[in-house]
């Protein structure tokens, strides 16, 4: 994407919130930046390093129950806080990262699938972030479309930032060594690649940023619980959009995020939501086999096979 065209993408949808449409276009590309946001910050450990996680919903409920935590107890606004929610679930991550990342494989996904599971136990045991009553957060005074537009506006910095970061690392040093470890992290670390220091960099950042997105979910769930907090359903859906866009790039995820997103929203309005999850998950599953890379990948390729129009003869040549 030139930047000619992310510019003027992103004044798209600074003023699309004023143009004119209703709450629910506002939700919908709402939830669109969330998936965004979730799926590229999954990408940066389980697309560039190759660490197949299941337990990013511990960091997105992490994320989540630090905002709710501040506004609850303390009366702060997670539009202020959902930075320390970041914080928190990065911090997390740097605690439970070095056991787990000395694991590979099914091993690691297996082990952090446990983790989230074994956080929403602890969250759900705990008196003081509501146990299994949850906790209700007071939304601002506000009418439902101004709330609508903020929480519009906050998702999508949510969404520019971890695409920015995402691409930042991709293309960096960074993005190179952890290349190096995906392909092979014995051949990188005998060639001096920091491969811990980088998989605890990736992770770390990673966390971050999905505890980051949690904490505005929360607050426009107005009401946290650790069933939906710490779904397992939500990690498996972070995967599922980055493989379907493509892993091994920056913008694959995105990609994923918006036609899964969409083409789960169409499903649901024309055939009802159980139907539609049937549907849209023989469709995922189909598309991962038959594009393992991703859709990114192979539209790239389709782009080069193209035939290109003949170059112009110089009129010099052209005589006879």
């Not at 629910?24 to 660490?51: D, E, K, R």
């Not at 695409?163 to 290349?179: C, F």
Request: charged share 10%.
């Amino acid at each position: 994407m030139s930047r000619a065209v992310a510019a003027g993408l992103a004044v798209v949808l600074l003023i699309f919130p004023w143009v004119g449409t209703g709450e629910y276009p506002l939700a919908l590309l709402y939830s669109t930046f969330m998936y965004v946001a979730l799926a590229v910050a999954w990408n940066v450990i389980g697309g560039f390093a190759g660490y197949l996680s299941f337990g990013h919903a511990a960091f997105f409920g992490l994320g989540g129950y630090t905002t709710g935590f501040f506004l609850v107890r303390a009366g702060l606004s997670p539009f202020l806080t959902a930075p320390l929610g970041a914080a928190v679930a990065a911090a997390f991550a740097a605690l439970a990262g070095y056991p787990c990342l000395r694991l590979r494989g099914p091993y690691f996904a297996v082990v952090t699938m446990i983790l989230g599971l074994a956080v929403r136990a602890v969250v759900l045991n705990l008196p003081w972030t509501g146990a299994a009553e949850g906790l209700w957060m007071t939304l601002p005074p506000w009418e439902p479309i101004v709330a609508r537009r903020a929480f519009y506006y906050a998702m999508l910095a949510v969404a520019l930032v971890t695409v920015l970061a995402g691409r930042a690392v991709r293309l960096g040093k960074i993005g190179v060594g952890l290349e190096a470890i995906r392909e092979d992290e014995e051949a990188a670390q005998s060639i001096g690649v920091p491969v811990v220091r980088l998989k605890m960099s990736a992770l770390i950042l990673s966390a971050g940023l999905t505890g980051l997105a949690g904490g505005i979910y929360a607050y426009d769930r107005s009401y946290i619980h650790p069933d939906f907090m710490f779904d397992l359903h939500l990690s498996v859906l972070a995967v599922l959009m980055a493989l379907l866009g493509g892993r091994q790039s920056w913008a694959g995820p995105i990609l994923g995020a918006v036609v899964v997103r969409l083409v789960d929203e169409a499903l649901t309005v024309r055939v009802g939501t159980e139907a539609a999850r049937i549907i849209f998950g023989l469709g995922l599953a189909l598309v991962i086999v038959l594009l393992p890379d991703g859709v990114l990948p192979y539209l790239e390729r389709l782009r080069w096979r193209a035939p290109r129009p003949p170059a112009a003869v110089p009129a010099a040549q052209a005589r006879p």
